[in-house]
């Protein structure tokens, strides 16, 4: 079943490519694990995903042990800064930055591991109270800050856009967030890339690939309902 999900989700992103005339290999799908077991995890490994999401420190460090070491795994939920110590050398990338406190937090236990850890901006696109991440106006100021840090590197943004259930509601907010990409690429600030856009979960991907999302997370989709209550 996981490898029927994957095989429709990568077809899906195939064709939202080829409808927007974008390059297949710029956009990677990130299997959205959280709340699931290792061998769930193992079923996508085998079937060749490499990029792993979880929001959840503990849970990167039981599943890191877990599973095999070529795995990417991608720290998508809020971070408290006296957690970092505990995966800065074994998160591939860092997806929810948003403060400076947390980047020189990163920094710190990055250049401890010896190693420059990738992250991502996240911008509120909605400006929905619920949800972490700075506004667009506040973006480019919270990059400038961080580009002088060692141990880290901003290397895109990321966002989560507000459920729904007509895809086509995100479209502005994914094509505004890669305005944004666009223009601070145009300020050529040191030590900053633009590279990464990540953004669209299992109800909008197709349409943030559309826009141009260089990795999509997909966990229901894959996985199928996470259950809470366990
Ligand atoms: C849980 C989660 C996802 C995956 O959501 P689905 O709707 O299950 O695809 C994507 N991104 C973030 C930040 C998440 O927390």
Not at 70 to 76: A, G, P, T, Y
Not at 154 to 181: C, H, K, W
Request: glycine share 6%; charged share 30%; proline share 3%.
């Amino acid at each position: 079943m996981i490898k029927d999900n994957i095989s429709d989700v990568n077809t899906r992103i195939d064709k939202a490519c080829e409808r927007s005339g974008r390059d297949r290999s710029r956009a990677t799908l990130i299997a959205v694990s959280k709340t699931k077991p290792v061998d769930m995890l193992k079923e996508a490994y085998d079937t060749g995903i490499r990029d792993f999401g979880e929001n959840k420190v503990q849970e990167i460090m039981d599943k890191y042990d877990k599973l095999p070491k070529d795995i990417r795994w991608h720290m998508i939920g809020h971070l408290q800064t006296n957690k970092v110590k505990y995966i800065a050398d074994k998160i591939y990338m860092i997806h929810s930055v948003d403060s400076y406190k947390l980047a020189s937090e990163i920094s710190k236990y990055a250049l401890k591991a010896g190693r420059v850890i990738p992250v991502l901006i996240e911008v509120n696109v909605a400006d929905e109270e619920s949800k972490f991440g700075v506004t667009f106006d506040n973006a480019e100021s919270l990059i400038r800050q961080i580009a002088p840090l060692e141990g880290i590197k901003v290397t895109g943004l990321m966002a989560i856009a507000p459920y729904t259930t007509n895809p086509e509601e995100n479209r502005e907010y994914f094509a505004r967030l890669r305005q944004l990409s666009v223009d601070i690429t145009s300020k050529n600030i040191d030590n900053i890339s633009m590279s990464v856009l990540s953004m669209g979960m299992t109800g909008d991907y197709e349409v943030a690939i559309e826009e141009g999302s260089t990795y999509v997370r997909v966990g229901t989709g894959i996985f199928g309902e996470r259950n809470y209550s366990v």
